[in-house]
T-cell receptor, first 114, second 113 residues
Framework: NAGVTQTPKFRILKIGQSMTLQCAQD?????MYWYRQDPGMGLKLIYY???????DKGEVPNGYNVSRSTTEDFPLRLELAAPSQTSVYFC?????????????FGPGTRLTVL | GENVEQHPSTLSVQEGDSAVIKCTYS??????FPWYKQELGKRPQLIID?????GEKKDQRIAVTLNKTAKHFSLHITETQPEDSAVYFC????????????FGAGTTVTVRA
C-alpha cells in the first residue's frame, strides 16, 4: 500500500493564481482531512470529508474548496492565491474507530505564494 | 470547538534524561488523545495514543497519562536518545462521527549528546 500520497511536493504561485493540491489514499478510509501547517505552528484543519460526496468546513476554510467524488481522492482547490496561504499542506485519512482512530498523513505539499 | 494547549514550546534535555510534555483540553467530551512526532521536513507520525477510558499507556520508552477530571494529558519519554529530537504534537478528538483532531502548537525537543 502506498498509504496517503500528495502531489505536488513543492509549488510556487503568484498572487491571484489558482491550483489544485491532489491527495489520494489506498487504504479504503472513509474519513479524509486537509490541514495547513504554518512555520512553528500546529496543524489547522481546513476541510474534511466523512465519505464520498460529503465535505465540511474545518477551522480555516476561507480561500479553499474541496470535493470528494470517490473514496480514494480528496483534492484541495486554492482560488485566487494570497501570500497568507503560504504554508505546508498535509492531507490525512483514517478508517475511524472500527479500524483505528489513527490519522495517517501524506508527505505534504510546500506552497509559496509570491 | 475543542481547544488544546501544549507546554512547553521548546524542551532541551541531556541524552539519557527524561522529557515530559503536557497538554490541556477544553471539551470534556473529548475521548481520544494521540501524540504525533514530526521530524524536520517530514510528515507527522503517530507515536502513541490513549482513549478516555484508560489512565495510562506505555510503549517501551514512551508513555502517556490522562487525567480526565483535570482535562490534561502528558507525554513522557524516558532515556532520551538523539533520535528523539523532533517536534511533538498532542491532539484531542471530541467528534465520534467524524474523528476530527484539534492539535496543540507543538513542542520542539532537542536531545543534547
Amino acid at each position: 500500500n502506498a498509504g496517503v500520497t500528495q502531489t505536488p511536493k513543492f509549488r510556487i504561485l503568484k498572487i491571484g493564481q489558482s491550483m489544485t493540491l491532489q491527495c489520494a489514499q489506498d487504504m479504503n478510509h472513509n474519513y479524509m482531512y486537509w490541514y495547513r501547517q504554518d512555520p512553528g505552528m500546529g496543524l489547522k484543519l481546513i476541510y474534511y470529508s466523512v465519505g464520498a460526496g460529503i465535505t465540511d468546513k474545518g477551522e480555516v476554510p476561507n480561500g479553499y474548496n474541496v470535493s470528494r467524488s470517490t473514496t480514494e481522492d480528496f483534492p484541495l482547490r486554492l482560488e485566487l492565491a494570497a501570500p497568507s496561504q503560504t504554508s505546508v499542506y498535509f492531507c490525512a485519512s483514517t478508517g475511524g474507530v472500527t479500524l483505528s482512530n489513527e490519522q495517517f498523513f501524506g508527505p505534504g505539499t510546500r506552497l509559496t505564494v509570491l | 470547538g475543542e481547544n488544546v494547549e501544549q507546554h512547553p514550546s521548546t524542551l532541551s534535555v541531556q541524552e539519557g534524561d527524561s522529557a515530559v510534555i503536557k497538554c490541556t483540553y477544553s471539551d470534556s467530551a473529548s475521548n481520544y488523545f494521540p501524540w504525533y512526532k514530526q521530524e524536520l521536513g517530514k510528515r507527522p507520525q503517530l507515536i502513541i495514543d490513549i482513549r478516555s477510558n484508560v489512565g495510562e499507556k506505555k510503549d517501551q520508552r514512551i508513555a502517556v497519562t490522562l487525567n480526565k477530571t483535570a482535562k490534561h494529558f502528558s507525554l513522557h519519554i524516558t532515556e532520551t536518545q538523539p533520535e528523539d529530537s523532533a517536534v511533538y504534537f498532542c491532539a484531542a478528538s471530541d467528534s465520534p462521527n467524524d474523528y476530527k483532531l484539534s492539535f496543540g502548537a507543538g513542542t520542539t525537543v532537542t536531545v543534547r549528546a
